[in-house]
């Protein structure tokens, strides 16, 4: 292994973004560390028309859990029915477990899954301002233990058993819950659609049902019908200090609009932001920093902070959506989007 | 918008990887930028075994190819069913169009579906070394161009319809093919699953049926059947100055394990990797060094350079995916790797 | 409108399946009534397995439930989230409007989704020895009436928003729960491997990972491995007067196996079985005598015929995902078994 | 196994529909055998507004194929790559064995998927009139016997690998073919969608992206966006003789609608309509007499009379699809449907 070192990848702060909600009322520039350098555009665009509107993007957190599957193997499927059973009457040993294990954890549930003689354990963990991937998987261990010390009928199968799932594509995180979940909304008046985006509500609305809805259909889409929210939570978490790898489930949302009489209602639903302000990568001088800026890292309870932090990201994914979206409706916008913003397209290999 | 700055992404070169195949045969050490501090010991495991087998990781390009969907809307489908058919007559000519927008884009077909009136035409391309997104986006706009002109009965829907599928996790990517398709294959002798893996061949096996094949499908996951590719990607991406946007439909790969009278077959099959040696983010200096450094910068024909990079990305996959999987038949395992790696457990709110 | 008639589908009573589990102990014949007449033979060759193993097919009752998930606009996402929290806090209240509505139903749970401004509520209920889809639609009805009356940011969207889902291919019901969730098991000691099935458990468990887990994999496959649950649940269901459109979701199950020193370990698991012993189509003579003589038509507690009838759908699915998968490991087997159980190939087009 | 029966499955001729396009210019009447009896008036209202309509309901067929997915065992990745570019080679070999094999059978194309040392061979084929599952397995038997003599490195794995897919749910038979691809659309006049309907355009527009697009999506719904195409097709299938279980990919369709200045255009596309006018339940009497009186036992080029069939499905499955949506915009309704066209309600356990 060689000396420690860095991929320095672009930053800029776009906006600032206009936002409110149930989570915080502010104005906030946002950073976007990415190697795609059209999405700081893009965003921008975004977060002006979000300061022209009166409560500009509101974001609205619905749910925020953290969770870790634990795979058991048993003796059959009678076995592991009666040990379910019988680990919900038990749930608060099972708490006390958790919260005996971590000063920020806390078990708030589980679910389960029986397949033949396997079982999945789904268990449902706040974290506090953690995003808290150490924090489920080290209370999951404790919860083995313990389980596997009473239940003679069960054996230890995996600490992680895919169903919790973590950075894979999967339809359970949006189902039962797993990180942050967040709508972001934005209504734009008709005479700014036509200024700021050149388009109509008519033809996003139309495209968003044709593109996102249809054509992520067509494609064998799971729970993911938008045009390009990774490329927003990319920048996003690189930086803000986030395990980035979670842009998978992270990117599993869902664009919905309405032409409400020429106006544009925009959506951005985001069941699965897992995020945190402390934690692994968090320590770095610039993530501080940036997390500072952010008006993340203020005293408030366990838990807050990294709340604000997600309402700022289904913010900032709002604000390219819609962008991006807005250009699509014109044929050729794209490309010459860029054409603009991007190295000249020569050195691309593109033919004048 | 603010001043120009970075996200400095903490990287380590891990290795050397000993790498076999139709692609390359060398062994080479591979750059990781993430947050995720065990990603790097974890390779590194994986990369040890790889030196101490004949042939080490054995990685073979399937397939190579970029797509994009554009999306018209037909006065109807038995218009949309016609001019299919006489596009795909026509095909030499839609060549010709592509060919003649980049130095470096072919057409190598295209496959469509039609939705009542809604036509999605999903273009293949060749793309040289570049990962290909803007030269097919400009290829599929002069095709757009050339279409509409032609085809009175359709008309412009969007650049992209979703069915490409670029960043969102689908099915239709490797059924059809987009991005370099690999498949890292590596045999370890017994002794080797013994002593650098602590475990056993059956127990590996039995892991990734019950954890990567059930425990994905109970998830509802859609062509994804591993542990934690995105977590190899993630900093494989960041330090080669990739589109990490991109991990998303390159994680979906699937693990294929078997147990060969004691020894381990550990196959990792990746069709979706999305990766170039130019373009954009390619021009940095770090990530020119490091490209150079993997030998991904030689006079080679065009996308040779890109392939040597896929099947470098592919390995280092495998390496980190087989050292975890052997760290989850263990219990207990993969906490302490994680204390040992990270910061101080205690920071983390973890009660001793 | 014509005159009723029938359409009379060939039905063959195949058996007896030795049973076990938490639900019944029984040896019973069933009746499937099929096009596909080679399932009869097939099923007939599980059942007789099944009497020559000690407890015979051991069936695990695991859930109960049906569901229907409405659709209501909301003002915006904060007004679905309040709405949700408060209808939480008023569940007793709900549950009496579904108790009112009904003798049978009762409300036992409830989740939710909001995408922007759409609410989806997922009800969940008994519906005692019925389906229970006209229960479901009854009781939601209701609740839309009472939820609408009192929550003015609400408005109707649909009585059904395909987030229940019924006769639609989906991860949610297996996740969330809908219908009767059932295991089957069955250990088949080795020599019987041999000589019923012309097989080992070797052969068996790695055609099962192949292609019931890869190969639905690789298919873009939805929470569905296996080989032909919808055969034997077709016939099943005709013969016993269930709406077989059901079959959609009821075959969304998964095979795993075990080679256990040689004898197989055998398990399907069907978590959407969704069957009555009353309700429409229950009152036709044949049915009437159909579950008379498989005894679902006694007097028992309210949902106990229908879990009975559920446990042996489920062992009958089992016998022949049992003897298909056998088939399959021996080369030339499958197409042997159609020519001898249909009608002479040559019809067919077959040249010798 | 006991004496030869029937399940006798009320069925009712509906219609007629008037169908045009390019497969067939007719009006018929359809037969749906079914206990699910509200699915007659259903149809026949969507039928009688085919009737009131310039062409009816137009049905474009689109793709017509059967396949079938071998899989192989090879020695690594590497060898079952080279072995496909030879096999691709090999091409018109391989087609003279189909040929060999039946009168019917045509080989068109395969398509291919290698995950480790596994390889899936899809091979299409035409097969005339019949649906073509035993055609497509003989056919594959004989492949795969010539390929394994030729190719050393490869072993046999299983007749189906699932990649097929039969009778599961999948992304990958919409997506490459399987079946035959219908597209019926149809377009209602304003008045008739108010005088007929009940409704507006725009309501069933807003209905079809809620809960057709959104709902299933929410729910993890696979290349599947509609209410109840299943119901139809269960009918359609059994009274005319088909293997009921192919409803389970037949279903998985979509209906997408727009609002033409108050006119209502709708479409239901089934891409994966798997039936044919002989082989299996073809010979029972009633299913001859039904396929006669549908006009698909004439003297036609083979293949033509199955491709009528699959039109008047894909009509009939129209037909129910726009009466369910437009009676679900309007709340009460559908239970109110229900009750007058099932046994009365009360025999179900409703309170009045």
Known sequence: MSEPACAAVPLQWVGPIRITGNV???????????????VWPSVGRGARISRAVAHGVVAT?????????????????????TAVQRLSAEFPHL????????????????????????????????????????????AAERLIDDILLRYPGLRYG????????????????AILGRGKNLVAE????????????????????????????????????IRSANAHYAN???????ATGQDAANIIEGSQG?????????????????PNLIVGTIGNGKQLPFVTENLTRLGCREHRPPGDNARRLAAIAAATVL?????LLAAQTNPGELMRAHTRYERPATHNGTKP
């Open 186 to 221: 934005l209504v734009v008046p008709q005479p700014l659609v036509h200024e700021r985006l050149h388009t109509t509500a008519a033809r996003i609305v139309e495209l968003n049902i044709r593109k996102n809805l249809i054509g992520t259909l067509l494609a064998g889409g």
């Open 158 to 173: 995996s600490i992680s058993g895919n169903y919790c799932t973590d950075k894979k594509a999967s339809a359970v995180n």
């Open 61 to 81: 957190l619905v749910d925020d859990r953290m969770t870790r599957s634990i795979l058991l193997e048993a003796d059959d499927a009678y076995t592991a029915h």
């Open 254 to 270: 869902i664009t919905h609009t309405e032409d409400r009489d020429g106006d544009l209602y925009f959506s951005c639903t985001l």
């Open 319 to 323: 604000c390219g959506e819609l962008s």
């Open 24 to 38: 915080l009322d502010d104005t906030v520039e946002v950073p976007l560390a990415t190697y795609e350098s059209p």
């Open 95 to 138: 708490r006390e477990i958790v919260t005996a294990s971590s000063h920020y954890a806390d078990l708030i549930g589980f679910h389960h899954q029986i397949t033949g003689n396997l079982l999945f354990l789904r268990f449902e963990f706040t974290t506090g301002d953690a995003s808290g991937h150490n924090m489920a998987t080290l």
């Open 232 to 238: 927003m939570l990319l920048g996003f978490y690189l």
